[in-house]
């Protein structure tokens, strides 16, 4: 049931760099692309979100990049900081309000 | 403003026995998600509802799951007979926004489960 696959599993990444998280999606019918930021003992909260007639979109320092053709949507985190250390989600939602989520990633950023 | 409460947030029990799992979302929310997250297999919806219906229960790995939503500020996750392998964090999730999908749940801090 895998419908959102994500990469990598792990980033480790210096402070002050880019972090970069891929996902790929098979179903064409999903029309909403979010992604989550979650902390240890902590539920996922919303980060930034995109639609399919939408090819980027910039929300501070993180951007979504999105590629209808290829199915594939990524998260750019610019300036990378220690607190965004977190296990990041990408995921997909129906239109009928199923949402279902990417692996995860784990993402340690170094001072 | 509250956010999604679940309860209990921590939970240990022995195979065999019945758990459940209770979820307070948002007020005016009318769809409620659960997940369940484990180091294998992410973060895996087990069922939904909108306006207390249950929509979609295709993600419940096995009749020992059920779940209800008795009214708008209150629903359960039961198993029954619990096992080793359900051990895991049970996340509630709601969202509101009436027909349109915006895909932002509001998620609880989560129940962890564990099974002797």
């Known amino acids: 049931q895998q419908q959102v696959k994500q990469s990598p599993q792990s980033l480790i990444v210096q402070k002050g760099g880019i972090s970069i998280i891929n996902c790929a999606y098979e179903?064409?019918?999903?029309?909403?692309f979010p992604w989550y930021q979650q902390f240890p003992g902590k539920g996922p909260a919303l980060l930034i979100a995109?639609?399919?007639?939408?090819s980027e979109k910039k929300e501070g320092r993180f951007t979504i990049s999105f590629n209808k053709s290829a199915k594939q949507f990524s998260l750019h985190i610019m300036d990378s900081q220690p607190g965004d250390s977190a296990t990041y989600f990408c995921?997909?939602?129906?239109?009928?309000?199923?949402?279902?989520f990417g692996q995860g990633t784990t993402l340690q950023v170094k001072p | 403003d509250a956010g999604v409460i679940q309860s209990p947030r921590h939970e240990v029990t022995e195979m065999g026995q019945e758990v459940t799992l209770r979820c307070k979302p948002i007020?005016?929310?009318?769809?409620l998600f659960w997940y369940r997250q484990t180091m294998m297999r992410g973060l895996e919806l087990l069922i939904y509802?909108?306006?207390?219906?249950?929509?979609?229960d295709s993600g419940m790995p096995e009749d020992r799951f059920s779940a209800k939503m008795p009214n708008a500020s209150f629903s359960t996750l039961k198993i029954q007979p619990s096992e080793p392998r359900d051990s895991a964090v049970y996340f509630c999730?709601?969202?509101?926004?009436?027909?349109?999908?915006?895909?932002?749940?509001?998620f609880g801090e989560g129940s962890r489960l564990t099974v002797l």
């Open positions: 509802f909108n306006n207390n219906v249950p929509i979609d």
């Open positions: 007020s005016g929310h009318d769809y």
């Open positions: 999730a709601s969202r509101g926004g009436g027909g349109r999908n915006t895909g932002e749940l509001f």
């Open positions: 179903n064409t019918a999903f029309d909403y």
């Open positions: 995109i639609r399919p007639d939408v």
């Open positions: 995921a997909a939602s129906w239109h009928t309000g199923k949402l279902i």
